[in-house]
């Protein structure tokens, strides 16, 4: 019997999940698991349902958040560019993938990867429609249809149906990772999930 | 010539406090460093400096952070029973930390490690001046001038200096740990501390 797929809970805005995304697969992979990628808001979930400001903006912690990304980023040889943007958004590109996972869920992850690319390497907006025809049209997909799905209502709902059960599954920020219903919460407890994937339990040293 | 101390900033009312104190003296010395145990105050760093609630206390992350301390006590084989308290806290135990290293950092340790183990193992308060006297008592300290130098304006001024150190050094929660001036917060970091430990520098798999 297979074992269920890892939910990898991911916002496009975040640098933190740019670094997991290049890592997830392939750890899941080395336990025979897959991973399905779920949308989530962190604008949501820590600003509407905890009630703080975004992580990086508090005294002293939004320093050393910046220190931790990179340090990650050069840890798992991962290419990352801070980027002057400001006042930019991820909420068309994730309707984009929203809509691109009922399509295909391989080729939505593609799109992620692109839209993380563009943002965290590039340095390039991905706040308008246009970026996420650019990158969706890179892959193959109509760009036309892209723009009117991720306009529509349907899709937007969607979206938020998908942050309410990441709310409701207890995610709090991203990235955020369930296994077997074992949560994880960004990328510095990657080795817990890799410890749990290996032992499916938490036993430690002989007490 | 002997590598600097690692600072090991800690509460002693924090849970993964608790936790770091029982694996940092051993990390440190299997890499030939010692470290240095220096208080910080969470209520200060966390409420007054970044302006937050305590972090147990937000919907979805406080029930997340109970688990976490739960599992990470398994993985290192820590003794960690939930005590039913509150309104408990730890300043006096904080002030009588500092006096004990004035004297003996060393016998200050072991003071700290015996507050630690009467709230988290034996789920005693240690809010009172009593709970401090009783466990340093036990370390063979004069329990009457403990009392009277913990309620002194010295040993206050004295921790309040330490905090406003800890505070300028970019500390703005515990467990927090700074090696070589790279800085670490969280048990979920400890690899990481590790990894600088070991190669003192942040290379990763070629790119």
């Given at each position: ?13 975040s ?85 691109l ?5 391989e ?19 991905i ?20 723009a ?45 999930l ?14």
């Amino acid at each position: 019997m297979n074992k269920p797929p890892i939910a990898f809970y991911f916002d496009l805005l975040s640098p933190f999940g740019y670094i997991a995304s290049t890592q997830i697969d392939a750890l899941a992979a080395r336990y025979g698991r897959s991973v399905d990628w779920r949308p989530v808001l962190v604008g949501v979930t820590v600003m509407k349902v905890m009630g703080m400001k975004p992580l990086g903006e508090y005294p002293l912690k939004g320093p050393y958040l910046i220190r931790d990304m990179e340090r990650m980023a050069k840890i798992w040889g991962v290419p990352l560019r801070r980027h002057g943007l400001k006042g930019h958004n991820s909420l068309k590109a994730m309707r984009a993938y929203v809509w691109l996972k009922q399509r295909d869920a391989e080729l939505a992850k593609a799109f992620a990867k692109a839209i993380y690319r563009r943002l965290w390497v590039e340095g390039l907006d991905i706040t308008s429609i246009e970026a996420s025809v650019i990158e969706a049209q890179t892959l193959g997909v109509d760009g036309a249809q892209l723009a009117e799905a991720v306009a529509s209502d349907a899709v937007k709902r969607a979206l938020q149906a998908d942050v309410e059960n990441a709310i409701a599954a207890g995610v709090f920020g991203a990235p955020f990772f369930i296994a077997d219903d074992e949560p994880f919460f960004g990328n510095d407890h990657l080795w817990m999930l890799e410890q749990w994937l290996r032992d499916g339990t938490w036993k430690g040293p002989a007490a």
